[in-house]
């Protein structure tokens, strides 16, 4: 099948093929599958615009493209890490089979009553109040605790030694071509980053490492930050609705302008809505590399737990054609 080229937002807001405006189209024997080093952070301020069904299918068609160019020259797996560990979804769309988990532990306080002088120290360093001295007692409360070590670092008296508590787990696997992970946040707990960090330093990325593509948490807080922390391309996937456009321009506000890097939109459910997506993107001179529409045959593949691509092979090609369009963004 042909490759047709996805539309970008021209200055008057209308959209234009590409290939129309004197950019050549890519083709599959162009993109590089195992462009070393790359991580691509899928994000959205609002949940439920389709990170997952991007970043699942984005990975399925670069680990088929790398499998195939492995005849030439050896390509590794690309890595898909699921970071939205508040609800981590990814797995239900490949056919996963897990291989080990860890558990992902915080450090708490532990205090030595024989060694303690109740002098408050470590009650005041604690930006979290997770420490209180009472008159021959210091109570801790785990569940506050983040872990940063203050406490223990400032007590005058060497009273204070560091136990640690789960909050989270860590599982790991292969999945159709491509190496998975994920971190699930313990039910009650708080503390998404330190699972995030976590998962990230267990498949870490440097110069001759495979592409990785990150899942990210919804919202614009410090868990998308952490995700978001080291990537060098954020794809932030959206819908053309009011609500929308909104959490767009908080996810824009913190890759590009908070952190430095390079953004480039999916609209998902295109022919919905209005153009206020379309229009914002003109202005703020962010590219839309790929539009996928309100189609009933995605949203029933979806809900049967299927791969857009795999559902729907017509859409591999354009997952393609979007990861030689990251490329060029990252190359700019």
Excluded at 270 to 298: H, N, T, W
Aim: charged share 25%.
């Amino acid at each position: 099948m042909p490759l047709v080229p996805p539309e970008e937002t021209t200055e008057d807001g209308s959209n234009t093929p590409r290939a129309s405006r004197g950019a050549p189209a890519h083709h599959d024997d162009l993109c590089d599958p195992g462009h070393l080093g790359m991580i691509v952070a899928v994000a959205s301020g609002k949940g439920g615009t389709g990170k997952t069904t991007v970043a699942t299918s984005l990975v399925l068609a670069i680990a088929a493209k790398a499998e195939d160019a492995t005849v030439a020259a050896p390509v590794e797996a690309p890595i898909l890490l699921d970071c939205d560990v508040e609800a981590p979804d990814s797995g239900l769309f490949l056919d996963l089979v897990l291989e080990g988990a860890e558990e992902v532990p915080i450090a708490i306080p532990v205090v030595d009553p024989a060694a303690c002088t109740y002098c408050g120290v470590c009650a005041d360093v604690c930006a979290w109040n997770a420490l209180c001295v009472l008159e021959d007692e210091v109570l801790v409360f785990p569940e506050l605790c983040h872990g940063c070590g203050s406490c223990t670092l400032n007590c005058p008296e060497d009273a204070i030694s560091e136990g640690t508590r789960r909050i989270g787990i860590l599982e790991w696997g292969r999945a159709d071509g491509l190496v998975f992970g994920r971190g699930t946040l313990d039910t009650g707990q708080a503390l998404a980053v330190p699972v995030i960090k976590r998962l990230k330093e267990r498949h870490p990325a440097g110069a001759d490492s495979p592409v990785v593509i990150l899942d990210a948490p919804p919202g614009t807080s410090c868990p998308l930050v952490e995700t978001l922390r080291g990537a060098d391309f954020a794809l932030l996937v959206t819908e053309p609705t009011p609500f929308g456009l909104h959490d767009l321009r908080l996810t824009v506000e913190v890759a590009r302008d908070e952190l430095g890097l390079p953004v480039g939109v999916v609209v998902n459910r295109d022919g919905i809505g209005d153009a206020g997506v379309d229009q914002y993107c003109s202005r703020e001179k962010i590219p839309i590399l790929m539009r996928i529409p309100f189609d009933r045959r995605i949203a029933r593949a979806l809900s049967e737990g299927h791969a857009l691509i795999d559902a729907l092979p017509e859409f591999r090609p354009r997952f393609l054609e979007l990861w030689c369009r990251i490329q060029d963004e990252v190359g700019r």
